[in-house]
C-alpha cells in the first residue's frame, strides 16, 4: 500500500498474562476496522496459537477505544508514514 501509515508500538508487548492468553497484534484498517489477537501456548513447547477478531461497527466498544488509542498513536509527529 503506498499510502499507508504504519505506527509500530510495544502496546502488543505487555507480557500480562490472563489464563494462559497475551494480547497479539493489533491493526488498524483505514481508520475503521480493526484487528486484535490473543496468543495462547500451544500443546507443544515452545509453539504458540493465534486467534482474531474483526471488528468495524460504530458502537462496538472495543473498536472504538483502539481507533482511540491507535489513532493517537499514528497522529504522534514521531511517527513516520
Known amino acids: 500500500m503506498p499510502s499507508a501509515t504504519v505506527a509500530v508500538t510495544a502496546l502488543a508487548n505487555d507480557p500480562a498474562e ?3 492468553k497475551w494480547l ?5 484498517v483505514d481508520r475503521r ?16 496459537l493465534e486467534t ?7 458502537d462496538h466498544g472495543l ?8 489513532g493517537a498513536r499514528i497522529d ?6
Open 18 to 20: 490472563i489464563e494462559g
Open 24 to 28: 497479539g497484534r493489533i491493526v488498524m
Open 33 to 48: 476496522a480493526v484487528v486484535i489477537s490473543a496468543m495462547t501456548e500451544a500443546t507443544r513447547p515452545g509453539q504458540v
Open 52 to 58: 482474531a477478531i474483526w471488528a468495524d461497527g460504530p
Open 63 to 70: 473498536v472504538v477505544g483502539m481507533r482511540h488509542l491507535l
Open 76 to 81: 504522534d509527529p514521531g511517527v513516520r508514514g
